[in-house]
């Protein structure tokens, strides 16, 4: 299994509180991805990382904001977190991607968020 | 505008039999396909692959098939096992600088003992 692991697993807070995820990594792949998981949405991208200080927005970006200062780290910033941010949140990370390679990610255990 | 769909939620088979979990594209760009496998309480782990160079791709129980012609990709896996039990992802890529994936909503599967 890839060495990535995810903290807090599990987290209740209130809207209105900021809340960092953090995933950490220590396979030293370039690219991390945290994702979220919705009954009825399968995963869907929220930030991305290609690189120490190079992050870039998936689909669902909005209310998220993101930092990469070391390789192994990448966190996860819910600046003042709302219900709709209730989910469950998937770290990932793969070694490359561009022409000719192909982006096979592997997955963090996850961490269950609910905001009451 | 949803991508990659997996139009069925759930499938339920008999041990033994053959499972087959489908998946539509919509996006002719795509050109590489993963399927990947997540219990609950755990994050998704990666099952196979196939490059749209390739139609088929086997490992052990599983294959994966795909037609571009009709953007449609299926994973058979035979015989199944209750151990399959799990809910399976299809997702696509695009080659290219920072491609990322796109997954489906998922499909449920239950194989009865």
């Known amino acids: 299994d890839a060495g990535i692991t995810q903290s807090p697993r599990h987290k209740v807070t209130e809207t209105g509180t900021p809340v960092t995820l953090r995933c950490h990594q220590t396979e030293n792949h370039r690219y991390m991805y945290w994702y979220r998981q919705d009954p009825g949405h399968g995963l869907r991208l929220i930030h991305y990382?290609?690189?120490?200080?190079?992050?870039d927005k998936g689909e669902v970006s909005d209310g998220y904001s993101v930092s990469r200062s070391k390789t192994e780290d990448f966190l996860l910033t819910l600046e003042s977190a709302t219900s709709s941010q209730t989910s469950v949140y998937f770290c990932?990370?793969?070694?490359?991607?561009?022409?000719?390679?192909?982006?096979?990610?592997?997955f963090g255990p996850g961490t269950r968020l609910t905001v009451l | 505008d949803q991508q990659v769909k997996q139009n069925s939620p759930s499938l339920s088979v008999q041990e033994g039999r053959i499972s087959i979990l489908n998946c539509d594209y919509t996006n002719s760009m795509f050109d590489y396909f993963l399927w990947y496998k997540k219990y609950p309480a755990e994050g998704p782990t990666f099952l196979i692959s196939i490059s749209s160079i390739k139609d088929k791709n086997e490992d052990g129980r599983f294959t994966v098939f795909l037609n571009k012609s009709a953007k449609h990709l299926s994973l058979h896996i035979v015989p199944s096992q209750p151990g399959d039990s799990a809910v399976y992802f299809c997702a696509a890529s695009a080659a290219g600088a920072n491609s990322k994936l796109t997954f489906g909503k998922g499909i449920t599967l239950s194989v009865r003992p």
């Open positions: 990382s290609y690189g120490v200080k190079d992050t």
């Open positions: 990932a990370i793969s070694w490359t991607s561009g022409p000719g390679y192909y982006n096979e990610q592997f």
